[in-house]
T-cell receptor, first 112, second 113 residues
Framework: DQQVKQNSPSLSVQEGRISILNCDYT??????FLWYKKYPAEGPTFLIS?????DKNEDGRFTVFLNKSAKHLSLHIVPSQPGDSAVYFC???????????FGTGTRLKVLA | NAGVTQTPKFQVLKTGQSMTLQCAQD?????MSWYRQDPGMGLRLIHY???????DQGEVPNGYNVSRSTTEDFPLRLLSAAPSQTSVYFC????????????FGEGSRLTVL
């Protein structure tokens, strides 16, 4: 049973436009959420996170939105750049069990 | 800074062989974990540890053993490798104690024939 889902396996966006990556979760005990970026043959690298007590967190071009009632989070990248082309994973943490659960990933391609 | 170091980077095994994937971190992190990445499946949690002497099962623990005798090291053991364990394995660590980011190693690609 997939507790964290990324329903779009891939996304293509024009350079300079907004990229929106989505993530849904089912476990209401998750209280911390993270986004990671992964290039081929490298380990995932941390991008941005959000606590369940917030609904938005910004860091430069990256903004994460959390809608707890819908159990949905999204990552916005504005403006998108070719170097943003990678696989993006969302992850959720249940602080009680200390399990970080990841989604299946979305491959983003930013077209120059 | 070394961060999270995984060895080996590549390994080919025959079915039934055993091996250990090594993971070491130099950040004095309490929390360590192992994931496997498979096409279409994302990153799945195998085992994790919240501190030396403490380990627990993740989403896909079968066929894998772990131990945590020191803060720095968290080896992953395959006692009898199966083709279904062909995957890329990632070790990750975090400070622990409160929610925070996971730091990942570069991965170990394992092929079981």
């Amino acid at each position: 049973d997939q507790q964290v889902k990324q329903n779009s396996p891939s996304l293509s966006v024009q350079e300079g436009r907004i990229s929106i990556l989505n993530c849904d979760y089912t476990n209401s005990m998750f209280d911390y959420f993270l986004w990671y970026k992964k290039y081929p043959a490298e380990g995932p690298t941390f991008l941005i996170s959000i606590s369940s007590i917030k609904d938005k967190n910004e860091d430069g071009r990256f903004t994460v939105f959390l809608n707890k009632s819908a159990k949905h989070l999204s990552l916005h990248i504005v403006p998108s750049q070719p170097g943003d082309s990678a696989v993006y994973f969302c992850a959720a943490l249940d602080s009680g069990t200390y399990k970080y659960i990841f989604g299946t990933g979305t491959r983003l391609k930013v077209l120059a | 800074n070394a961060g999270v170091t995984q060895t080996p980077k590549f390994q080919v095994l025959k079915t039934g062989q055993s091996m250990t994937l090594q993971c070491a971190q130099d950040m004095n992190h309490e929390y360590m974990s192992w994931y496997r990445q498979d096409p279409g499946m994302g990153l799945r949690l195998i085992h994790y540890s919240v501190g030396a002497g403490i380990t627990d099962q993740g989403e896909v623990p079968n066929g894998y053993n772990v131990s945590r005798s020191t803060t720095e090291d968290f080896p992953l053991r395959l006692l009898s490798a199966a083709p279904s364990q062909t995957s890329v394995y990632f070790c990750a660590s975090s400070k622990g104690g409160s929610a925070g980011e996971l730091f990942f190693g570069e991965g170990s690609r394992l092929t079981v024939l």
